[in-house]
């Protein structure tokens, strides 16, 4: 081999941004001057340059130049040991070219920021800022946060661990900021505090980087504020007046409406009592007379005794049995996309005047649920509608002897109650109520 070359086999450390001279020792072995030129390999390529560019050396003779390495100082050039290489032509021979090898230990460096915003927050319950931590160094940052104000009147929800930061990236971290205690009333209250933003320990060899103070100010405000106020007393005006309205004019207008729409149908009613009583008297005279001479009370002495009449009940002249109060539950259960039907029958020699209705719908399901009465429907409402519906008829519903009131229930999706096991099927009752004659 006519040429060779030499680098120093330690190590060699540089800090990003700074720069670092290696010597590299060229011998030319050979019977002719021999010029060489240089060519860095590997990584440090793109930031290291021979100085100088190029040497000639007489046969038999040795020289030096200088391998510059300038790393830039930037996030892509990470901390540790790299590899590199010159390779060195013979522009003579080069056939005999030659490439030394060395390492370069790339130092790490820290550049590290952070900031809080807002600088200013406000709100009643308090309000919530932001941290951003910027890492502009080649190696990972952890960071832990923590807060404190001068008075310790405030708390902070801080993230239970540390922030990791990789180089060239930023981390935003929320952290509410509330008062311990809440301002009912009066002017608003400034707390001034400060965010601690602490990295961890780097690497080996990394320097040590001091915490970064965020100051940040809450200006709490009382929770009932002087237009709130105003508008609570506006609203009670309204509603005063509106009841002033309600009792000093329209409701004796409803009670004289409701007095004459009634008026007639109480005069009917007391017309038809005095004709019963009327004819429940007559019956009476009618039983208790004789059937011999003259038109006197007692029998003749030669009238013979008459004979005794018994009437039955509902039978005959008279006043008729009173009505009792009725009521009655009907539940049905259908699974989704079923249905499910419950009825009651009125007995044989009864009339059910029906005159309210509650439906319950206790899980919220979904779906239609319909009441008929002697196989005619008289309501159909949806599910979904409803969690308790009432229904009042002025005017009676019959459903006479051997009639039937039906409940069905068509599921569609079963609800699914606030507490309580989930159900499986959809569940609706039915409470009606009335007279039973």
């Not at 990003?16 to 030319?28: C, H, K």
């Not at 040497?55 to 590899?83: F, K, N």
């Not at 206790?362 to 319909?370: I, K, S």
Request: glycine letters at 12%.
């Amino acid at each position: 081999m006519t040429t060779s070359a030499h680098l120093d086999a330690s190590p060699t450390s540089v800090l990003p941004g700074e720069e670092a001279r290696i010597p590299l020792e060229i011998r030319n072995s050979g019977n002719v001057v021999e010029a060489y030129g240089f060519e860095v390999l590997g990584p440090a390529a793109r930031w290291s340059v021979v100085e100088p560019a190029s040497i000639s050396l007489y046969p038999d003779t040795a020289g030096q130049v200088e391998l510059v390495v300038r790393p830039p100082r930037d996030t892509t050039v990470p901390p540790g040991e790299l590899t590199y290489g010159v390779r060195v032509l013979p522009r003579e021979q080069p056939q005999h070219q030659t490439v030394p090898e060395g390492v370069l230990h790339i130092r790490p460096y820290a550049d590290f920021g952070a900031e809080l915003s807002p600088r200013m927050g406000t709100g009643r319950g308090g309000a919530t800022f932001q941290a951003a931590i910027d890492n502009r160094g080649n190696y990972p940052v952890s960071v832990a946060l923590s807060g404190k104000d001068a008075g310790e009147l405030l708390k902070f929800k801080l993230p239970t661990g540390a922030t990791v930061v990789d180089p060239g990236r930023a981390a935003f971290v929320k952290v509410p900021v509330k008062p311990k205690r809440l301002l009912w009333r009066g002017t608003p209250v400034t707390h001034v505090f400060q965010l601690h933003a602490v990295p961890a320990a780097g690497p080996e060899g990394a320097p040590e980087v001091p915490p970064v103070a965020l100051d940040g100010t809450l200006l709490q405000r009382p929770v009932i504020s002087p237009g709130l106020l105003r508008a609570l007393l506006l609203l009670f005006l309204v509603l005063a007046l509106l009841a002033g309205l309600w009792f000093g004019l329209l409701r004796p207008v409803v009670r004289s409406a409701a007095k004459e729409a009634v008026k007639e149908p109480v005069k009917a009613a007391q017309s038809h009592a005095a004709e019963a009583k009327k004819e429940a008297e007559k019956a009476k005279e009618n039983g208790s007379g004789g059937g011999g001479g003259g038109g006197g009370g007692k029998p003749g002495p030669n009238a013979s005794p008459s004979p005794s009449v018994s009437v039955k009940p509902g039978e005959g002249p008279g006043p008729q049995p009173q009505a009792s109060l009725f009521a009655s539950r009907l539940t049905a259960s259908a699974p989704a996309g079923g249905t499910d039907s419950a009825t009651y029958k009125v007995p044989d020699d009864k009339v059910l005047r029906l005159t309210d209705l509650v439906l319950e719908n206790p899980q919220g399901d979904t779906g239609t649920v319909t009441i008929s009465v002697g196989g005619k429907p008289l309501l159909a409402p949806a599910l979904e509608n409803f969690r308790e519906q009432d229904f009042h008829w002025a005017s009676a519903i019959l459903a006479g002897p051997k009639q039937e009131i039906t409940v069905t229930v068509t599921c569609r999706t079963v609800g699914r109650p606030p507490s309580g096991p989930v159900p499986t099927r959809c569940s609706t009752a039915a409470l009606f109520s009335g007279t039973l004659e």
